[in-house]
T-cell receptor, first 117, second 114 residues
Framework: DAGITQSPRHKVTETGTPVTLRCHQTENHRYMYWYRQDPGHGLRLIHYSYGVKDTDKGEVSDGYSVSRSKTEDFLLTLESATSSQTSVYFC????????????????FGPGTRLTVL | AQSVTQLDSQVPVFEEAPVELRCNYS??????LFWYVQYPNQGLQLLLK??????LVKGINGFEAEFNKSQTSFHLRKPSVHISDTAEYFC????????????FGTGTRLTIIP
């Protein structure tokens, strides 16, 4: 358990409404990630963060924005939700593993199931 | 850019039979390779990883994988599966050291037949 929580765990919303998903970690790791999981696509990286106020785009960033004002929180916002953003969203943190010469491993949160009607 | 291919979207296997889940990758630079498992309605859990050194990697729950650079493969194997192994398995690759952004395959759903 890497101390990662996501909220809400389930959300149903309507097209055009803003939605914010929260990822919280308790271990102060530098790197945090947002992925979406869709059938036939596996997990795809949306955005990631390498520190407070330091973020970058991933593979499928269109329609999403992120913010990280504190080390422990990484927020994902859908400014105007669309049905194509119905998905399961996973947050992950990257933390060092012993004996790996500095390489990190990613640990995942429990996920948020978002449905956009 | 790197990519991962998992050709088998579903693999049914009888209980106590062996299984191999295939993973091939494409990258112009050295890679780090991972297998994750996702049990129904849960998040992802790391099964095993290849960083360097021995090409045969052992993971949790009796799984192992072999890195084959010439064939750009990282197939996952287990000699005898159990009902509890029913899950979706994802192969992933990273090329960065320090910021291990992952590129995932599309997943293989392993179904164990009693």
């Amino acid at each position: 358990d890497a101390g990662i929580t996501q909220s809400p765990r389930h959300k149903v919303t309507e097209t055009g409404t803003p939605v914010t998903l929260r990822c919280h970690q308790t271990e102060n790791h530098r790197y945090m990630y947002w992925y979406r999981q869709d059938p036939g696509h596996g997990l795809r990286l949306i955005h990631y963060s390498y520190g407070v106020k330091d973020t970058d785009k991933g593979e499928v960033s269109d329609g999403y924005s992120v913010s990280r004002s504190k080390t422990e929180d990484f927020l994902l916002t859908l400014e105007s939700a669309t049905s194509s953003q119905t998905s399961v969203y996973f947050c992950a943190i990257s933390r060092p593993v012993g004996g790996a010469g500095g390489l990190n491993e990613q640990f995942f949160g429990p996920g948020t199931r978002l449905t956009v009607l | 850019a790197q990519s991962v291919t998992q050709l088998d979207s579903q693999v049914p296997v009888f209980e106590e039979a062996p299984v191999e889940l295939r993973c091939n990758y494409s990258s112009s630079v050295s890679v780090y390779l991972f297998w994750y498992v996702q049990y129904p309605n849960q998040g992802l859990q790391l099964l095993l990883k290849y960083l360097s050194g021995s090409t045969l990697v052992k993971g949790i729950n009796g799984f192992e994988a072999e890195f084959n650079k010439s064939q750009t493969s990282f197939h996952l194997r287990k000699p005898s599966v159990h009902i509890s192994d029913t899950a979706e398995y994802f192969c992933a690759v990273s090329v960065d050291f320090g910021n291990e952004k992952l590129t995932f395959g599309t997943g293989t759903r392993l179904t164990i037949i009693p």
